[in-house]
């Protein structure tokens, strides 16, 4: 399908019209490239499957993945030995769906698994019956939530109805300081833009921000888009994709792959493209941020004081056992998180460990990292970086999704205070009366090492 | 799936902005394969209520409500559809909020359920409506007519896509809607993979 040479075509519009089926009622039918079905719904939807009489389309695009059920300790019992797990087993093996099984080298978190392994490539369609789905726009695939039943219809058709959704361009200019990371960029922006501009959305990121961060950093991004409420989320594929997505398992290999290139080279926005709203947020002199309240919006400069609200926003801070006027640089906690499908690539576990060399977590702080993936927990161990971890006194668990949703981890009590890497502040998210401050991996870290929230950045010079 | 037409009674008032999946569906009440939905739905919040002030759900008058009235973004965050089915298993057909988020939206659809969305005037209007009568009396939801009735006569009229209502009308099943086009289906994924021969098999 060609762009209406009149006003040019955005890149979403590009890969949407690339995968239109047709059109029905104000919604479009896509065509789905790549379904992944994560072991919390794997079994009740192929269950379902069976019931209703309904094959799987294309087993081939398929993916199984044991990831928010994977016990991150074995302490509590052999690893894998959960319900979910079995019946994730059991139900990809019926189905002769492939499945990344716990303590295989591909397992991981989807969001984390997919990409990394060359699987959400470029120009691509996604689906996930996970929200976070979108992260994959990192890499320039197109990524889209839906429910388990949804998921049926989408294995047994290879399609999806989907209204097309408002587009925004949301610009970044600056570059990142030292000690930022992607996490504080994207935590600003969902403080600047809130709850409501984005909600149903599809995002483009672009901007001089985006053009200079790597791919896992762009993955961050598009991850927290989904806390914007967007639809979906995209950075435009570039050099810098190319050259991350080279030689992954599963990526297009000599001649296919400069067949890849020439395709993907044309996944921007063209010049006259419209978008429904453009938004411009100057990160220059960003300073590292942190959550407040019980919504990633609820966020402020590391530096800064709890807003001093007058309306519902007060029921956070009241959750969270802040006063308003107060700073948090200083307040105790009393465990640190590093890892999910936000934060848990190994660009955030370095960042993680610049700050933790030679340093050991505080008295009375638990603090747990785990790795995104099986690669990444490969990749990090080669570089030394789980020595680090480990010598700090960090907790090194297994790939999965952990503690972000309170599930396959470790329990937190009540009124315990967490620095987080997660992408959700959601009250009871990380347990009942858990307080979650949400940070990149370096205010986690520095938070460990000093047992109060603190700002990472004297931590990292000359790091 | 389900069908929906009309569905009269009370119609319980939850008027908070953004309720996220964690709030309707804690994971805590989730660790089986088979949880107990009723009991996981809003589980959290019902649990910290006392027996004086207990939660609107179990308040008497709305132990049997089929309609919930919310605020903005109702159902953000986790895709999580187990949220549609506690609301279902407490018997709840039909929910009017402000806004949905879009993935929860589609899940009520997929399970009979109803999300109405009135705009903003009227769902002020309505929602006075809600908290005065406060559970005492029956309000009736017609998707025939595509109206809310309030018990004293009062009627809301709502906008519905012409599909999503026919499937809710008659229980159509998705997966068969979709297959009359199958012919497009099969001819856009061989043009798919005419261009993008780099979708590689995931179980070679």
Not at chain 2, 177 to 191: G, K
Request: aromatic residues 6%; contains cysteine; hydrophobic residues 45%.
């Amino acid at each position: 399908m060609k762009a209406d040479p009149n006003h040019g075509a955005t890149l979403f519009d590009k890969i949407w019209a690339r995968h239109a089926v047709t059109q029905e009622d104000g919604k479009t039918l896509l065509y789905i490239d790549r379904v992944v079905v994560d072991d919390v719904r794997a079994s009740q939807v192929l269950k379902n499957m069976e019931r209703r009489g309904l094959a799987i389309r294309r087993p081939d695009l398929a993916v199984v993945v044991q990831d928010h059920s994977v016990p991150s300790f074995a302490t509590n019992g052999v690893l894998g030995g959960s319900a979910f797990l079995d019946a994730t087993r059991v139900a990809a093996r019926r189905h002769g769906l492939r499945l990344f099984d716990v303590g295989e080298a591909e397992q991981g978190i989807s969001h984390v698994v997919m990409p990394e392994l060359g699987l959400a490539l470029p120009g691509s369609t996604y689906v996930c019956v996970d929200s976070h789905s979108p992260t994959v726009g990192g890499a320039g695939a197109l990524g889209l939530a839906c429910g388990s039943t949804e998921l049926e219809h989408v294995l047994a058709t290879q399609t999806m109805w989907v209204r097309k959704p408002r587009q925004i361009r949301i610009r970044l200019d600056g570059e990142l300081a030292a000690g930022l990371s992607a996490k504080d960029v994207i935590l600003h922006v969902l403080g600047e833009v809130g709850l409501e501009t984005a909600r149903g959305a599809a995002i483009e990121f672009a901007g001089t921000m985006i053009d200079s961060l790597s791919v896992e950093e762009r993955l961050t991004i598009c991850n927290m888009a989904v806390e914007l409420g967007a639809r979906t989320a995209l950075v435009a594929p570039d050099e810098v994709t190319f050259a991350w997505l080279a030689s992954r398992r599963f990526a297009p290999q000599a001649d296919v792959w400069r067949q890849a290139l020439g395709a993907w080279e044309v996944l921007r926005s063209d010049d006259e493209a419209r978008f429904d709203a453009d938004i411009a947020i100057d990160c220059r002199g960003l300073e590292p941020q942190i959550t407040w309240g019980t919504t990633p919006a609820q966020v402020m400069p590391i530096t800064g004081r709890v807003p001093d609200m007058a309306d519902a926003s007060r029921a956070g801070v009241t959750y969270m056992g802040l006063d308003p006027g107060e700073r948090l640089i200083g307040r105790k906690i009393d465990r640190v998180f590093i890892g999910s499908c936000t934060n848990a690539r190994l660009s955030d576990l370095e960042s993680a460990a610049q700050v933790l060399a030679g340093r050991k977590v505080a008295a009375g702080v638990k603090a747990v990292v785990v790795p995104g993936s099986r690669g990444v927990a490969r990749e990090a161990e080669a570089r030394g970086l789980r020595d680090i971890f480990l010598a700090a006194g960090f907790l090194w668990g297994e790939p999965g999704c952990s503690m972000c949703a309170g599930g396959g981890g470790e329990t937190v009590a009540a009124g315990e205070r967490i620095v987080s890497t997660t992408n959700r502040n959601f009250e009871g998210r990380q347990g009942t009366g858990v307080r979650t401050h949400l940070a990149s991996p370096a205010t986690a870290a520095a938070a460990a090492v000093r047992g109060e929230i603190c700002d990472p950045r004297p931590f990292m010079q000359g790091g | 799936m389900e069908k929906f037409s009309q569905v009269r009674g009370a119609a319980a008032p939850l008027l908070l902005d953004n309720v996220n999946t964690d709030q309707i569906t804690p994971v805590v009440f989730m660790r089986s394969l088979e949880p107990d939905y009723e009991k996981a739905l809003f589980g959290r919040w019902r649990l910290a209520a006392s027996e004086a002030e207990p939660f609107v759900l179990d308040r008497p008058h709305f132990k049997r409500a089929p309609i919930l009235v919310a605020g903005a973004n109702f159902g953000c965050g986790s895709a999580r559809e187990v949220a549609v089915w506690a609301l279902v298993a407490h018997g709840i057909r039909c929910i009017v909020a402000r806004s949905f988020s879009e993935v929860f939206r589609e899940s009520t659809l997929k399970n009979g359920v109803l999300p109405i969305c009135l705009g903003v005037a009227d769902q002020s209007a309505f929602e006075q409506k809600v908290v005065a009568v406060d559970g005492q009396a029956a309000f009736e939801v017609d998707l025939v007519a595509q109206t809310i009735t309030c018990p004293d006569g009062t009627v809301f009229s709502f906008a519905m896509a012409h599909n999503e209502r026919a499937a809710l009308l008659e229980g159509l099943d998705d997966v068969a809607l979709t297959l009359r086009h199958r012919a497009l289906i099969d001819a856009r994924e061989a043009q798919i993979a005419i261009e993008q021969p780099w979708l590689q098999s995931v179980r070679s």
